[in-house]
């Protein structure tokens, strides 16, 4: 990563959906140059379930649904919980997903996501941390003792745009993503304390009418792997569906799985119905 000299701190008047917006204000002014690096922290503000980005959305009637950019495990999230969300120059997934850890645990919370936007060799890592000690002033110390530097903070206050992004965030579509838990065939494949889940659905003739995936790993760029099992869509269950996910699964970085386990897990739902390939 390269270690940055200053800290823009931004703030928000509202908390879950709007801080999230502020965040991906935050990635944006960084590919634009406009920062080093950036800070938003606040209370979640509201009582709700905050999915990871590649968490299937539960069957939770008058729970409100919330759907994070990043990774990792659902929580049940409180109004008072802390939400602190980073934003810096980071060179792969692994480094952003190691710092992120690193943050996460100097403020004691135990729940954190990471995910990289923009160009492949120096893009925008954005990490996300869910409770911990809550105080703005804490989640700078723990970025500045997980980077080993000190950083000028500048107050930056809310980033324009934020509200329209947020009505995104605010979206049922948002949040409403199933993952693979409703189609017929499906895979699983754990990695010590992460897991991926591939499920396929076949028409007539064993053509793919549909694949999903779901877990709590990590990857970047974040949709890829969403892409990914879309490109095989209506391609038949064989030797051309796997060669296309060999080359794309290869291209994303993982975090918390390999792409070999995710290919793993689409085996496994094939050979549920009963091709075997690889």
């Given amino acids: 990563m ?9 703030r928000s008047s509202r908390g879950s959906t709007r801080l999230q917006a502020v965040l991906e204000s935050l990635v944006g002014m960084l590919l634009e140059g406009k920062m080093q690096a950036g800070l938003i922290h606040g209370a979640w503000g509201e009582s709700s379930l905050l999915l990871g980005f590649y968490m299937p959305a539960p069957d939770r009637p008058g729970v409100p649904l919330r759907r994070r950019v990043t990774g990792g495990p659902s929580v049940v999230m409180e109004p008072d919980t802390p939400y602190t969300g980073i934003v810096f120059a980071a060179e792969s997934l692994e ?7 690193s943050v ?15 160009p492949s060799k120096l893009g925008v ?9 809550p105080g ?11 980077i080993s530097s000190r950083v000028e903070t500048v107050e930056i206050g809310e980033p324009p745009g934020a509200a329209r992004i947020e009505r995104a965030y605010r979206h049922p579509g948002w949040a409403g993503y199933k993952g693979a838990a409703l189609m017929p065939l499906r895979g699983e ?18 053509f793919i009418a549909d694949a999903r995936i779901d877990g709590t790993f990590m990857a970047a760029p974040p949709n890829e792997p969403f892409n990914t099992l879309s490109n095989v869509r209506g391609m ?10 060999e080359v794309r699964l290869e291209r994303i970085e993982w975090y918390g799985v390999a792409w070999r386990t995710v290919l ?15």
């Fill in 104 to 118: 996460a645990r100097c403020l004691g919370a135990d729940v954190w996501g990471a995910t990289r936007f923009g």
């Fill in 236 to 245: 038949p269950l064989g030797d051309q569906a796997l060669l296309s996910l």
């Fill in 125 to 133: 890592g954005v990490i996300e941390i869910i409770g911990g000690r």
């Fill in 95 to 101: 480094e952003t997903a190691i710092l992120g850890e």
């Fill in 189 to 206: 494949r754990s990695s010590g304390a992460y897991t991926v889940r591939v499920g396929i659905a076949l028409s007539e003739g064993r």
């Fill in 2 to 10: 390269l270690k940055p000299s200053r800290l823009s701190l931004a």
């Fill in 264 to 278: 793993d897990a689409f085996l496994e739902a094939a050979g549920k119905a009963g091709v075997n390939m690889g």
């Fill in 136 to 146: 703005r002033e804490a989640a700078v110390r723990c970025f500045e003792e997980s």
